[in-house]
């Protein structure tokens, strides 16, 4: 595989010169093409990088090196390669989180958003674990495995994403709703509002709906979110969304984000909902990300039939 100069010095964590330097003093091989411009073998950079002891990502996934650094390619192009889907599964269940950790540091390095990887691999991965699970391919314990392994590197995307939070920002409530036990969604939700510059007051699964307005009214939050899986009957989901609504009728005004793969059925039903135009719906990590950065710079959460 043939890096330019610029992926090269990302993946090295290095300026372009210092790419070109090396190549020129023969330390590190390079082609070029007939345009002149160089081309470094991907097998040549991570054997310069071993050499030199350089502590750099690339280096993590060992004889894997390839299909990451490919893999995260084509995904900046919107498109998860089978290879990479299949190597994420292998290390997540083989116990080495630790590469996914950097690989989506190396996302973020060649400009691949994180809600892109959420969506995209992250996704696919949690529903191939699932279909597995279902189907008998995957015993329980395998199932656990994985899952946890996902939460590993969340955690570990949230102490990345946490240092973006910026001073003074307004705070989000943010849990599973009650009787949901699936917390990898809010936690994805978790990294996307904080690395969006918004404060998270987390509380985890099985949140009762009273709890939710209590720290809302703690915090004096604009925005509650909740995640919830198809486990909870879309009925259900409406049902919790507007008691939310009903409990904080003192509070200040404040909107409500769903997400999680219960929002499509629930979505259907949003005209049982007590007050539409404080409930946002989401389907996708980008389309959410892209709305929360957008109500923090704007300050725009609820609609103006609330105020």
């Given at each position: 595989?043939?890096?330019?100069?610029?992926?090269?010095?990302?993946?090295?964590?290095?300026?372009?010169?210092?790419?070109?330097?090396?190549?020129?003093?023969?330390?590190?091989?390079?082609?070029?093409?007939?345009?002149?411009?160089?081309?470094?073998?991907?097998?040549?950079?991570?054997?310069?990088?071993?050499?030199?002891?350089?502590?750099?990502?690339?280096?993590?996934?060992?004889?894997?090196?390839?299909?990451?650094?490919?893999?995260?390619?084509?995904?900046?192009?919107?498109?998860?390669?089978?290879e990479l889907q299949e190597a994420v599964s292998l290390w997540l269940l083989?116990?080495?989180?630790?590469?996914?950790?950097?690989?989506?540091?190396?996302?973020?390095?060649?400009?691949?958003?994180?809600?892109?990887?959420?969506?995209?691999?992250?996704?696919?991965?949690?529903?191939?674990?699932?279909?597995?699970?279902?189907?008998?391919?995957?015993?329980?314990?395998?199932?656990?495995?994985?899952?946890?392994?996902?939460?590993?590197?969340?955690?570990?995307?949230?102490?990345?994403?946490?240092?973006?939070?910026?001073?003074?920002?307004?705070?989000?409530?943010?849990?599973?709703?009650?009787?949901?036990?699936?917390?990898?969604?809010?936690?994805?939700?978790?990294?996307?509002?904080?690395?969006?510059?918004?404060?998270?007051?987390?509380?985890?699964?099985?949140?009762?709906?009273?709890?939710?307005?209590?720290?809302?009214?703690?915090?004096?939050?604009?925005?509650?979110?909740?995640?919830?899986?198809?486990?909870?009957?879309?009925?259900?989901?409406?049902?919790?969304?507007?008691?939310?609504?009903?409990?904080?009728?003192?509070?200040?005004?404040?909107?409500?984000?769903?997400?999680?793969?219960?929002?499509?059925?629930?979505?259907?039903?949003?005209?049982?909902?007590?007050?539409?135009?404080?409930?946002?719906?989401?389907?996708?990590?980008?389309?959410?990300?892209?709305?929360?950065?957008?109500?923090?710079?704007?300050?725009?959460?609820?609609?103006?039939?609330?105020?």
């Amino acid at each position: 595989m043939l890096l330019s100069s610029r992926q090269a010095a990302i993946l090295l964590d290095t300026h372009e010169s210092s790419i070109k330097r090396w190549c020129n003093a023969g330390d590190l091989a390079a082609s070029t093409t007939s345009g002149g411009h160089r081309r470094i073998d991907l097998a040549h950079l991570t054997a310069f990088a071993k050499a030199s002891g350089l502590k750099v990502d690339v280096l993590v996934f060992e004889e894997g090196a390839q299909v990451a650094v490919r893999g995260v390619l084509a995904l900046r192009r919107g498109r998860v390669t089978p290879e990479l889907q299949e190597a994420v599964s292998l290390w997540l269940l083989d116990a080495q989180s630790y590469k996914v950790s950097a690989l989506l540091r190396l996302a973020r390095k060649l400009q691949v958003g994180l809600p892109l990887v959420y969506d995209q691999l992250i996704g696919g991965v949690m529903k191939d674990v699932g279909e597995s699970w279902a189907r008998g391919a995957f015993r329980v314990g395998e199932e656990h495995r994985m899952s946890e392994a996902i939460l590993d590197v969340l955690y570990a995307q949230q102490a990345l994403a946490e240092q973006h939070v910026l001073h003074g920002a307004p705070t989000v409530v943010l849990g599973t709703m009650r009787k949901e036990e699936h917390i990898m969604g809010a936690m994805m939700v978790r990294t996307l509002l904080a690395e969006a510059g918004w404060k998270v007051a987390y509380l985890g699964r099985n949140v009762p709906e009273e709890d939710f307005v209590l720290f809302q009214q703690r915090t004096q939050a604009p925005l509650i979110c909740f995640s919830a899986t198809i486990s909870r009957p879309p009925e259900k989901i409406i049902d919790s969304i507007n008691r939310l609504l009903e409990l904080g009728s003192d509070s200040a005004a404040f909107a409500v984000a769903v997400g999680g793969s219960g929002v499509p059925a629930a979505r259907l039903l949003s005209k049982h909902l007590s007050q539409p135009g404080r409930v946002h719906f989401f389907e996708s990590s980008t389309e959410f990300s892209n709305w929360a950065k957008s109500s923090l710079a704007t300050e725009a959460l609820v609609y103006d039939e609330v105020h």
